[in-house]
């Protein structure tokens, strides 16, 4: 699977050169800077986007130290749809598994390591892997979750109306309803117990939220912040991974580990897949969730629709999606020298393709800064492309649809109650917090 205060509609593209005047914005030879996590902590920066899309698709972007991190060598900035496409789609010349698939450069004794992960290989050894999980993470499976994500979609908002979020009285859906209701669906997916729901949740928080100073990193004996994926900071997670394993071998039952247990699956391998699956199958829905109303406070026509139930929630999910991605990029890096928008990329540059940005390309959706709940077709690459795209997109948008019909039939409307609190992260799209107040039906 493989997170606005300022709120974004078509009108504010129309302030782009105040916005890109203002200090700081800018990165190499003036081209707007989309590297720095702390932008994003105000929400998609649309109007550097825009900049690039329209004058710059494949624009050279400074890898600053900030926030601690030091500084890296720079990389390619893809923000066309079309060009995000054929990188994502492009294993042969954009590769997953040289540099792997985080902006900032691992530390080379831990590339081996990083590599051994499904997301960060290429066809054909990808394909092995991807085939033997893809047995486990069958639709039928995941299609059995509906009741139990429904069922706890619904006592998660009764609880939620029970504790005081009654008529108009302001609450936070995050840390009611979506943060849970993420989570837990997890558990039942993988076969975690619900009790232990804890330990993945830390667990996701120090990988996706390393960059958000609510997140302090780690730090290694000479003061620099240590890597969330090294081999020492995921070892409690992997030795809890062995041992589930070993318990579902022993006591087998409908869940995605008791199906990897029993694969051909090396250890290592097993381990791996637990991580990649612990962290992006908890956060693209646990971003999503609350994106996506926060997208529906953000269009007042297109909500009333929602709520007045005119509108099909297949498309409206995928819709709100587009306008909110969980994955704000991913990163390749170029095998051979070669050509994007007629920019030469050289072999062994980075290039970071922003789904963000491709979301919103004027060349592949009409009127981009509108949510039209039944748009179609809806091409976005909220879920990836290619080899790679997202191996649990059919649970992601089942819980998502499940989410949002059950909050309609428990909501004539909502309204913001204060601005979103943001994850600082130019990866993930996270929302930490989103006071609201709904109006209950009765």
């Known amino acids: 699977m493989e997170h606005i205060a300022d709120r974004h509609h078509s009108t504010e593209t129309s302030h782009i050169p105040d916005a890109l005047g203002a200090?700081?914005?800018?990165?190499?030879?003036?081209?707007?800077?989309?590297?720095?996590?702390?932008?994003?902590?105000?929400?998609?920066?649309?109007?550097?986007?825009?900049?690039?899309?329209?004058?710059?698709?494949?624009?050279?972007?400074?890898?600053?130290?900030?926030?601690?991190?030091?500084?890296?060598?720079?990389?390619?900035?893809?923000?066309?749809?079309?060009?995000?496409?054929?990188?994502?789609?492009?294993?042969?010349?954009?590769?997953?598994?040289?540099?792997?698939?985080?902006?900032?450069?691992?530390?080379?004794?831990?590339?081996?390591?990083?590599?051994?992960?499904?997301?960060?290989?290429?066809?054909?050894?990808?394909?092995?892997?991807?085939?033997?999980?893809?047995?486990?993470?069958?639709?039928?499976?995941?299609d059995r979750f509906a009741v139990t994500a429904r069922q706890r979609a619904r006592e998660l908002l009764a609880h939620a109306r029970e504790s005081g979020a009654d008529q108009g009285r302001e609450f936070d859906v995050v840390r009611a309803v979506t943060d849970d209701y993420a989570l837990l669906n997890l558990t039942d997916l993988l076969g975690v117990p619900a009790s232990d729901r804890g330990l993945l949740l830390a667990w996701t928080e120090r990988v996706i939220a390393y960059q958000d100073p609510d997140e302090p990193p780690v730090l290694d004996a000479d003061g620099r912040p240590v890597n969330p994926r090294s081999p020492a900071m995921l070892a409690e997670m992997f030795g809890y991974a062995r041992e589930l394993a070993a318990h579902k071998r022993a006591h087998p039952a409908d869940d995605i580990i008791s199906v990897l247990a029993a694969s051909e699956l090396r250890d290592a391998e097993l381990e791996m897949f637990f991580f990649l699956l612990t962290v992006a199958g908890n956060d693209t829905v646990r971003?999503?969730?609350?994106?996506?109303?926060?997208?529906?406070?953000?269009?007042?026509?297109?909500?009333?629709?929602?709520?007045?139930?005119?509108?099909?929630?297949?498309?409206?999910?995928?819709?709100?999606?587009?306008?909110?991605?969980?994955?704000?990029?991913?990163?390749?890096?170029?095998t051979r020298d070669t050509e994007l928008s007629g920019v030469p990329i050289a072999a062994g540059d980075k290039v970071v393709v922003f789904h963000a940005s491709a979301n919103y390309d004027e060349r592949a959706f009409a009127d981009p800064y509108r949510l039209d709940l039944t748009r179609t077709p809806n091409p976005h690459v909220s879920f990836g492309d290619g080899p790679h795209v997202c191996l649990g997109a059919h649970f992601a948008r089942l819980q998502l649809r499940v989410l949002h019909e059950e909050m309609r039939e428990s909501w004539q409307g909502l309204e913001l109650a204060g601005p979103p609190r943001r994850l600082v992260s130019n990866f993930i799209n996270g929302v930490k917090s989103l006071p609201v107040r709904v109006t209950w039906r009765s």
Request: hydrophobic content about 40%.
């Open 287 to 334: 971003s999503a969730a609350p994106g996506g109303l926060l997208a529906l406070a953000d269009h007042p026509a297109e909500s009333r629709a929602w709520w007045a139930g005119q509108v099909a929630a297949d498309p409206a999910v995928d819709e709100l999606l587009r306008v909110h991605p969980p994955v704000l990029s991913f990163r390749r890096t170029a």
């Open 23 to 142: 200090p700081g914005l800018r990165g190499v030879r003036g081209i707007p800077d989309v590297f720095d996590p702390r932008i994003y902590a105000a929400g998609i920066p649309h109007d550097r986007f825009r900049a690039l899309r329209d004058h710059y698709p494949v624009a050279r972007q400074n890898e600053d130290e900030v926030l601690g991190w030091p500084a890296g060598p720079g990389f390619w900035a893809v923000t066309r749809h079309a060009d995000v496409v054929r990188v994502l789609k492009d294993a042969a010349d954009f590769s997953s598994y040289l540099g792997a698939t985080q902006i900032r450069d691992p530390d080379p004794a831990d590339l081996p390591f990083i590599r051994r992960m499904m997301l960060n290989q290429d066809p054909p050894h990808h394909g092995r892997l991807r085939r033997l999980v893809s047995r486990a993470f069958t639709p039928a499976r995941i």
